[in-house]
């Protein structure tokens, strides 16, 4: 059975924003980070000056929970695309690139979805990026909640009494969506 580093997401969501990433990179785009957190923190509001515990003990680098849940007229997905667009004056967004996602094939005899597959797609640069802006905006949360969890597991195993056990229970359906042949 394959191992996963500690603290690995490995939501479909989370996949598919990494080859958006990857493939942003691959197009030779200045401005964005092979580091997921980076890139999300790019699209919200510059951190709090000592307000680290004010929403919930937990913060994606201490961006105020209005930014996080896109509640801020400041920041958003639509600043980080424009700060892209910005570092690469020269880049002709018309131009053709290729780029990945996993999706979920349906069963046309039951209806079900049951495998998954990874889709190719070929678009211009700007759809490409119209798609990261889409994505960027879920990641935000959904890195928020990804951190409080852990935050909150950290929290009961670090005041574990000596009679006390703590159990996970992970009812999730986090597959890691990877051909075996691939790093």
């Known amino acids: 059975m394959h191992e996963v580093p500690y603290r690995t997401c490995l939501f479909e969501e989370c996949l598919n924003f990494s080859l958006i990433i990857d493939a942003l990179l691959v197009a030779r785009l200045k401005g964005i980070s092979h580091h997921m957190t980076e890139?999300?923190?790019a699209s919200l509001c510059p951190p709090i000056a000592g307000d680290g515990d004010s929403h919930t003990s937990v913060t994606i680098g201490d961006c105020a929970r209005e930014c996080i849940f896109h509640e801020c007229s400041s920041c958003g997905a639509s600043k980080l695309e424009k700060a892209?667009?910005?570092?690469n004056?020269?880049?002709?967004?018309?131009?053709?690139?290729?780029?990945h996602q996993w999706m979920m094939e349906d069963d046309p005899e039951t209806g079900r979805?049951?495998?998954?597959f990874k889709a190719c797609y070929r678009d211009t640069a700007f759809k490409l990026l119209s798609l990261f802006s889409e994505k960027v905006m879920a990641m935000s949360t959904h890195l928020f909640h990804f951190r409080w969890q852990g935050h909150q597991f950290e929290l009961i195993r670090n005041n574990l009494q000596p009679?006390?056990?703590?159990?996970?229970?992970?009812?999730?359906?986090?597959?890691?969506?990877?051909?075996?042949?691939?790093p």
């Open 39 to 41: 890139t999300i923190l």
């Open 84 to 87: 892209i667009v910005e570092a």
């Open 89 to 99: 004056p020269e880049y002709d967004f018309r131009k053709y690139v290729t780029w």
């Open 113 to 116: 979805r049951h495998d998954y």
């Open 163 to 182: 009679s006390e056990v703590l159990m996970v229970l992970d009812f999730a359906q986090n597959y890691e969506i990877k051909h075996g042949d691939e």
